[in-house]
């Protein structure tokens, strides 16, 4: 399937559900956390709840690590419901899966990190010459990539 194929379907179907939850308004049902992160959660609510929807930084500082480890809980958390609801039930596609899974996120972890160098005119340049509504397949080896360079090439001539 073409990209932009891919993208008119995902407007298609967006469209039918705009009567479903609004994109990021997910909720994680405390009950099905364990002890431990349900008594994480409880601690960063509570320090919420002191210091309010601004703190500062050095309050940021004090709690970081309570902080960090909830947003460690609530990625893995989306990351395992993911994995549960692409199962197959066939060992190897599970494999190829959680490969591609691990590989997406520890280049996306790449990119963050690579993006936090920016300057501020990069990060213009980027959104003045980038459809932030496109997307594309990146091809995932030498050979896709070959392969699609040549296909492009047959189309221009």
């Given at each position: 399937?073409?990209?932009?194929?891919?993208?008119?379907?995902?407007?298609?179907?967006?469209?039918?559900?705009?009567?479903?939850?609004?994109?990021?308004?997910?909720?994680?049902?405390?009950?099905?956390?364990?002890?431990g992160?349900?008594?994480?959660?409880?601690?960063?609510?509570?320090?919420?709840?002191?210091?309010?929807?601004?703190?500062?930084?050095?309050?940021?500082?004090?709690?970081?690590?309570?902080?960090?480890?909830?947003?460690?809980?609530v990625?893995?958390?989306?990351?395992?419901?993911?994995?549960?609801?692409?199962?197959?039930?066939?060992?190897?596609?599970?494999?190829?899966?959680?490969l591609?899974?691990?590989?997406?996120?520890?280049?996306?972890?790449?990119?963050?990190?690579?993006?936090?160098?920016?300057?501020?005119?990069?990060?213009?340049?980027?959104?003045?010459?980038?459809?932030?509504?496109?997307?594309?397949?990146?091809?995932?080896?030498?050979?896709?990539?070959?392969?699609?360079?040549?296909?492009?090439?047959?189309?221009?001539?």
């Amino acid at each position: 399937m073409k990209p932009w194929t891919l993208n008119a379907k995902l407007d298609d179907v967006s469209s039918k559900m705009s009567d479903y939850p609004q994109p990021g308004s997910t909720r994680l049902d405390p009950n099905c956390l364990t002890e431990g992160e349900q008594l994480l959660f409880q601690k960063i609510t509570e320090l919420a709840e002191k210091h309010g929807s601004h703190p500062s930084v050095e309050e940021l500082e004090q709690e970081w690590s309570l902080i960090v480890k909830g947003y460690e809980v609530v990625r893995w958390r989306g990351a395992d419901l993911f994995r549960t609801t692409m199962d197959t039930g066939d060992p190897i596609k599970k494999w190829f899966f959680n490969l591609h899974l691990v590989n997406f996120l520890a280049n996306l972890n790449k990119v963050y990190d690579n993006l936090e160098r920016w300057t501020e005119k990069d990060r213009q340049d980027f959104l003045d010459n980038t459809d932030l509504d496109k997307v594309f397949i990146i091809p995932s080896s030498t050979e896709d990539l070959v392969t699609t360079r040549q296909k492009e090439k047959k189309v221009r001539r």
